[in-house]
Every structure is written in structure tokens, then in C-alpha cells.
């Protein structure tokens, strides 16, 4: 049974930094795509990052591309998202997604995920 759990999530300040992480178990986690997503309140679900199965591809939505860094560590199947000078517009629930294809990164549709987390909640202040 896949279990994608987030944590990092919480209260921040507008320019702070933040890491998030994702503790994967039940796959094979070296053949994943992973990645992120994330709710804003009141909007829908959207893509922010995916990492390729052996970190050597990344894939990012463009208004995150230039603050967000998604990276794993296949040793402890762990995935992360880096998120620098935080905005109050980054306000949202971010998910832990493992997508349904390991041979694409190109995971920004609802329909191209299998398994979700349960989300972390970052709220940014100004």
C-alpha cells in the first residue's frame, strides 16, 4: 500500500524560506516520478514541481520556477520542495504526489497522478 506523507508545512513570514518533504513507502520509489501539488483556498488543485525518477529531470509550473526547487533522496525515499522568499500568494495545501508514469515528468494534470498525500498547510504573512 503507497503512503505519501508531507510534512514542513506551517505559519511563515513573507521573504522566509521553507522546506517541505514527503516520506514515500510501499513503492518503488527509484522508478517514481514524484512531485507536488498544491490548493490555494477557494481554487482548485495545481501543479507546482516533479522530479524524475533518478533526480535527473525537473519539471516546474513557470509561476513557481524561479523560488521552488523540488529534489529526492532515493536512499531514504524522500522527496523535498524548497521554496525560497515566500509569498503570501504561496498560502495553500501542498501534496506529495506520485505520478502514474515513470517515464515522464510531465505530471501537471490531475489525471497523470496515482497517489496523493494528505497535504501540508503553509500559510505566508505578510
Known amino acids: 500500500q503507497v503512503h505519501l506523507v508531507e510534512s514542513g508545512g506551517g505559519l511563515v513570514q513573507a521573504g522566509d524560506s521553507l522546506r517541505l518533504s514527503c516520506a514515500a513507502s510501499g513503492v518503488t520509489f527509484s522508478d517514481s516520478v514524484m512531485g507536488w501539488f498544491r490548493q490555494p483556498p477557494g481554487k482548485e488543485r495545481e501543479f507546482v514541481a516533479a522530479?524524475?525518477?533518478?533526480?535527473?529531470?525537473?519539471r516546474y509550473a513557470p509561476s513557481v520556477k524561479s523560488r521552488f526547487t523540488v529534489s529526492r533522496d532515493n536512499a531514504k525515499n524522500m522527496v523535498y520542495l524548497q521554496i525560497i522568499n515566500l509569498q503570501p500568494e504561496d498560502t495553500a495545501v501542498y501534496y506529495c504526489?506520485?505520478?502514474?508514469?515513470?517515464?515522464?515528468?510531465?505530471?501537471?494534470?490531475?489525471?497523470?497522478?496515482?497517489?496523493w498525500g494528505k497535504g501540508t498547510l503553509v500559510t505566508v504573512s505578510l
Open positions: 504526489v506520485k505520478g502514474r508514469r515513470s517515464d515522464s515528468v510531465i505530471i501537471t494534470a490531475i489525471d497523470a497522478i496515482d497517489y
Open positions: 522530479i524524475s525518477g533518478h533526480g535527473t529531470t525537473t
